[in-house]
């Protein structure tokens, strides 16, 4: 079966950086393009990045550009997510999910990033 | 960017209702609309793609309907099991986008 867990949250101070990681399994992940998604707490879902298979496109929300970074490691199973400059507006539970094209299709369980002082 | 946008935002309905949500994208998706259901403190789960297109595994009293820019999700009957929070989510173009989400309640 699919499963998707993160890791690497926990609270940062503003201006900050947090490496999130996702490991997948029980799917060829170095098939899939991988995206992330975001919860702020009591919000609704929010989109984040996205990086196909292969690396060679990669897409962003515009209020995270230039500050976050999406990469993976097919090797590993793994996409991560490198947030930089963080902001207390970047609080939130952060989903990996695996894209389908017309959805996403499977989710992990969320990591919360907390960015406080 | 297309502005996905649902309602109602909250819908309260009895056991064994047929309820309806509605959502609306902002310029046409043609049928590049996916539903979840999100269950507290749980990650979303994929209803339908496609617009229409139930996934399996997911009760067949879910259905989804539309295109362009006007989709429902309609669940035929109202269980207990169906309280959540649902969204619409574009795939049409980047940003993917999400509507605000409709929580439904039991009265």
């Known amino acids: 079966q699919v499963q998707l867990v993160e890791s690497g949250g926990g609270v940062v101070q503003p201006g900050g950086s947090l490496r999130l990681s996702c490991s997948a399994s029980g799917f060829s992940f170095s098939t899939s393009g991988m995206h992330w998604v975001r919860q702020a707490p009591g919000k609704g879902l929010e989109w984040v990045a996205v990086?196909?298979?292969?690396?060679?496109?990669?897409s962003y929300l515009d209020s995270v550009k230039g500050r976050f970074f999406v990469s993976r490691d097919n090797s590993k199973n793994t996409v991560f997510l490198e947030m930089t400059s963080l902001r207390a507006a970047d609080s939130a539970v952060y989903y990996c999910?695996?894209?389908?094209?017309?959805?996403?299709?499977?989710w992990g369980l969320g990591i919360l990033v907390t960015v406080s002082s | 960017d297309i502005q996905m946008t649902q309602s109602p935002s909250t819908l309260s309905a009895s056991v064994g209702d047929r309820v309806t949500i509605t959502c609306r994208a902002s310029?046409?998706?043609?049928?590049?609309l996916a539903w979840y259901q999100q269950k507290p403190g749980k990650a979303p789960k994929l209803l339908i793609s496609k617009a229409s297109s139930l996934e399996n595994g997911v009760p067949s009293s879910f259905s989804g309907r539309g295109s362009g820019t006007e989709f429902t999700l309609t669940i035929s009957s109202l269980q207990p099991d169906d309280i959540a929070t649902y969204y619409c989510?574009?795939?049409?173009?980047?940003?993917?986008?999400f509507g605000g989400g409709t929580k439904v309640e039991i009265k």
């Open positions: 990086i196909r298979s292969d690396e060679g496109h990669k």
């Open positions: 989510q574009q795939s049409y173009s980047f940003p993917l986008t």
């Open positions: 999910a695996k894209d389908r094209g017309d959805s996403l299709e499977y």
């Open positions: 310029q046409g998706i043609s049928s590049w």
